[in-house]
């Protein structure tokens, strides 16, 4: 077996060197049509190869790190063409030479062992940029017209955790076996295994999800969890849920959360610009979004998840983005972010209305802010190392 399939297997992603890391830009690679507000304002954003391709190279010229490509395979809600995740990831990975690019998937739809081999190619062929988000699946009829069966919600997160496992055995283990409820692995490697990176012993493994289960499943199972667009409050809770679980279990999680990011000139302009979004919304759509996500976190026992409690303006954008108040000036913006990683936040996702345009100025702006408030918390022994 090669040395790119040997690797140990490792709990956790990462190997912290005990260093405050810097936090981690990452971006939605828009490749479903419409943007990322469910609106009629204008949005200068193309769901198209080229243009994504484009977007790509810029994002990783002006400092960010990640990509995380949408999954969509129904046309709703403002999106009526999509480009399948995992396909147009590869796209992007061979497009660009230093970029991280996340595939949603949905367990269900993809086979583990499937989608294990696919992005073990595709981390190959990057040189070990490939990376997973496990999607447990809120639009029911993406399951229900293909005659798949449709779980309610904590089972689909059970399937979700029994599916990360099993792909994580298969990008780390030989001679796989592996018995669940909803999954079962006889004698099974793959090879070739992850392309070796120093620090990262297979492709990361995300996860979303605002839920007690989501938690559950990102604090047991996942390197990285995801969190909608969530205020100072809303993020802390979580932090403090998904941490408590990981520690039961002796793992370490890092952090993603989404933000909609406007940034102008003045404050005054971004808020303008946001009220001019939600003033135009397609109300149609966003209201027919709001009853499909009844599937989600509004179904659980505790009505604690994804939209449970979001507001017609907050599904203007689909994963909350307004909440987190990406909105002002690049000092104001990246002083929140600022705030948000002294939270354990360690990457910041970020949607746009005019995609290229406005994430190479957040490149050019505000990361380099982010970067020099960063120093300055190191000098003054503000950060936690990465890891304690």
């Known amino acids: 077996m090669t040395e790119a399939s040997t690797q140990p297997f490792i709990s956790a992603n990462p190997i912290y060197t005990g260093q405050p890391e810097d936090l981690k830009f990452a971006y939605w690679v828009p490749n479903v049509s419409g943007g990322l507000v469910v609106s009629n304002v204008e949005q200068r954003t193309d769901w198209g190869y080229d243009y994504n391709v484009k977007l790509a190279q810029t994002a990783e010229n002006v400092g960010f790190e990640y990509a995380l490509s949408q999954?969509?395979?129904?046309s709703s809600?403002?999106?009526a063409q999509q480009h399948e995740s995992t396909s147009i990831s590869l796209a992007l990975l061979l497009a660009t030479e230093r970029l991280k690019v996340i595939a949603a998937i949905h367990p269900g739809i993809w086979e583990p062992m499937v989608l294990a081999k696919y992005i073990l190619t595709a981390d190959q062929f990057s040189k070990g940029r490939?990376?997973?988000?496990v999607?447990?699946?809120w639009f029911k009829d993406e399951y229900t017209k293909l005659g798949l069966p449709w779980l309610d919600h904590n089972e689909r997160y059970r399937r979700s955790a029994e599916f990360i496992e099993v792909v994580r055995k298969l990008f780390t283990e030989e001679n796989v076996q592996f018995r669940g409820d909803f999954y079962t692995v006889n004698d099974f490697t793959l090879r070739p295994g992850p392309y070796p990176v120093e620090g990262r012993p297979y492709p990361e493994i995300f996860q979303g999800g605002n839920s007690t289960a989501a938690r559950d499943n990102g604090g047991r199972h996942a390197d990285w969890y995801f969190s909608n667009g969530k205020d100072f409050d809303g993020f802390r809770e979580q932090y403090a849920d998904v941490t408590k679980v990981?520690?039961?279990n002796n793992r370490k999680v890092r952090f993603g959360l989404h933000g909609f990011a406007i940034v102008r000139d003045t404050e005054a302009e971004a808020r303008e610009q946001l009220r001019e979004i939600i003033a135009h919304a397609d109300e149609g759509s966003v209201n027919g979004f709001r009853e499909s996500v009844q599937e989600a976190g509004a179904s659980t026992s505790d009505k604690k998840g994804m939209w449970a409690d979001s507001s017609f303006e907050d599904l203007v954008q689909y994963n909350d983005g307004f909440r987190t108040q990406l909105i002002g000036t690049p000092e104001q913006v990246a002083d929140r972010i600022i705030e948000?990683?002294?939270?354990?936040?360690d990457l910041v996702l970020t949607a746009f209305l005019h995609f290229q345009e406005e994430l190479e100025a957040f490149g050019k702006t505000v990361i380099p802010i982010?970067?020099?408030k960063e120093a300055e918390l190191v000098n003054k022994g503000l950060l936690?190392?990465?890891g304690v």
Do not use: D, F, H, Q
Request: glycine fraction near 10%.
């Open 246 to 248: 990981a520690e039961a």
């Open 340 to 345: 948000y990683k002294k939270l354990g936040v």
């Open 71 to 74: 999954v969509r395979y129904l």
């Open 77 to 79: 809600y403002g999106a």
């Open 130 to 133: 490939a990376a997973i988000n």
């Open 370 to 372: 982010v970067r020099e």
């Open 384 to 386: 936690t190392p990465a």
């Open 135 to 137: 999607v447990s699946g």
